[in-house]
């Protein structure tokens, strides 16, 4: 690798590396550092705020970058452009080149690594919410299943008795419309609690609850959904539960917010990857903004991160939209 090179490499990172010698005369700054301090190659680093004020013994270096044993991230005030003093979080080490000693000074904005620690604990939250959300409804499809649909089954049952001990016209026809209503209830319960949770998915896995939840959706939704997908056998229940939970919510976002008529649904494996597509007829969307401000999307990437896998989406404006996700088989 020529000079240049390695000056454009240099020039590309995040943190401002400069190099400077014992008196800390500057010999060379990447374009970072410039920026961060406004300092030049031949002009020295300056004293940071706690050097100015700090005892030096005899014979000792002021400046602790130039210590023997300097500290290896501390974060103090400097003096920068127009003498302004900023904060700045640096790091340093020595370096031997043709028996001269000298220092190299990483520094970088604080701010940086404060607003990426704030990120992380965003990403941190975002998880946990979504495993909550998931053990709420895991509770949830009990309790409808346990209790509320076990009740209206009895209350269904002892209707039939009822419907057996009379003959008077009236009332069949009352009893008729009851014994309709109750097996509608009894419909719906079953399908809301394999929307919030769908037990199928602990018990037989992904393949055999994406089959039994196309035939709700396009009933829900009134709309067609092809589904292509072979037995998968080597993810395990979370990864499962999280891809469907990524198809459910790009079905829904096609019907209602791309008013689409058709939706196929598509998984392949290749070597230890799995992909899968979601793609529909749409009238599609501007994926860049829907990115920043869509909580849909924002969700679904944040599960797909959860569990190490990859999502994308491609769409135009009445061209439709299809969702591309990807995951490992095996963990490394």
């Not at 309709?180 to 055999?208: A, C, N, W, Y």
């Not at 869509?294 to 994308?312: A, C, S, T, V």
Request: aromatic share 8%.
């Amino acid at each position: 690798m020529d000079r240049q090179a390695f000056q454009i490499i240099l020039n590309y990172l995040s943190d401002g590396v400069i190099l400077m010698d014992e008196q800390r005369s500057i010999y060379y700054l990447n374009q970072k550092a410039k920026d961060l301090t406004g300092w030049h190659i031949g002009g020295l680093v300056p004293y940071c705020s706690y050097c100015r004020i700090r005892e030096v013994q005899p014979g000792e270096q002021r400046c602790i970058l130039a210590l023997d044993n300097p500290l290896p991230l501390f974060q103090a005030h400097m003096p920068t452009y127009e003498g302004v003093d900023e904060s700045l979080e640096m790091s340093s080490s020595r370096i031997e080149i043709e028996d001269e000693s000298y220092i190299i000074l990483t520094v970088r904005d604080p701010k940086w690594n404060m607003e990426k620690e704030k990120n992380k604990i965003k990403r941190l939250l975002v998880h946990d919410t979504l495993r909550a959300q998931e053990e709420t409804q895991k509770r949830l499809t009990q309790e409808l299943h346990d209790h509320i649909g076990q009740s209206v089954y009895s209350v269904f049952l002892g209707l039939q008795g009822l419907k057996g001990a009379t003959i008077n016209d009236r009332y069949q026809k009352h009893l008729q419309l009851l014994d309709h209503t109750l097996q509608q209830t009894m419909e719906d319960i079953k399908r809301l609690s394999k929307q919030l949770r769908p037990v199928i998915i602990d018990q037989l896995g992904i393949k055999q609850a994406l089959q039994d939840s196309v035939k709700d959706w396009e009933y829900i939704y009134k709309i067609a959904i092809a589904l292509h997908i072979e037995d998968i056998a080597m993810i395990d229940k979370e990864k499962e539960l999280h891809i469907y939970r990524i198809i459910q919510e790009a079905v829904r976002n096609a019907v209602k917010h791309g008013q689409a008529t058709a939706i196929d649904i598509s998984f392949k494996v290749e070597a230890d990857t799995l992909y899968f597509k979601i793609e529909d007829n749409g009238k599609g969307f501007n994926v860049l903004a829907s990115k920043k401000n869509g909580f849909g999307l924002y969700h679904m990437i944040e599960r797909m991160e959860m569990i190490g896998g990859k999502i994308d989406w491609e769409s135009n404006i009445g061209e439709g939209t299809k969702v591309i996700g990807s995951i490992k088989l095996k963990e490394k």
